[in-house]
């Protein structure tokens, strides 16, 4: 059963106002997360909200990728074997890293709120954090897109239609 979620969060970026309840929102959507996967146990999670430049640095650095990304997540436990914090027992599952400048471009050109937007990203995030991966495409990334979903309708931001762009 989860018990205490301690979301660290930080804003290293200017290009985007964080709109008043994002924080809240990041928090909610890290518990709703580890509340869906059945997570046991309290836990730890860092998020830093960083504009595009800032993104790119960190996805040539750790994935050789010379370009922006929307999210970067740096998962630090392996096969469900997480680091501990000492002082509270919580398991420190990692850091998540989200591009403010792709959120708002991402939440326009798909037709919804940049609310739902960083909960989407922060989700994904919380599933990499997890252990999930979908870079091989196929039912792995099916699988996460439709956690994505029941995370997002469990905060109240169902999915508004398809996940192409708005003309």
């Known amino acids: 059963m989860t018990e205490k979620v301690k979301v660290i969060i930080s804003n290293d970026q200017k290009a985007v106002k964080i709109p008043a309840g994002i924080r809240l929102l990041v928090r909610k959507t890290c518990h709703a997360t580890l509340v869906l996967e059945e997570f046991d146990g309290s836990a730890e999670i860092s998020v830093t909200f960083v504009d595009d430049e800032k993104i790119r640095e960190l996805n040539k650095q750790y994935r050789d990728i010379d370009r922006s990304t929307d999210v970067l997540s740096f998962p630090l436990g392996e096969n469900g074997v997480y680091d501990v914090n000492q002082q509270t027992g919580a398991k420190i599952l990692g850091d998540i890293v989200i591009s403010m400048e792709h959120a708002v471009a991402q939440a326009e050109e798909y037709g919804h709120s940049l609310q739902r937007e960083v909960a989407y990203l922060t989700a994904h995030s919380m599933l990499h954090l997890l252990g999930y991966d979908h870079e091989d495409g196929g039912l792995q990334r099916i699988r996460m897109r439709e956690k994505e979903e029941a995370v997002l309708?469990?905060?109240?931001?169902?999915?508004?239609?398809?996940?192409y762009p708005v003309d």
């Open 153 to 163: 309708t469990r905060l109240g931001l169902p999915r508004n239609g398809s996940y």
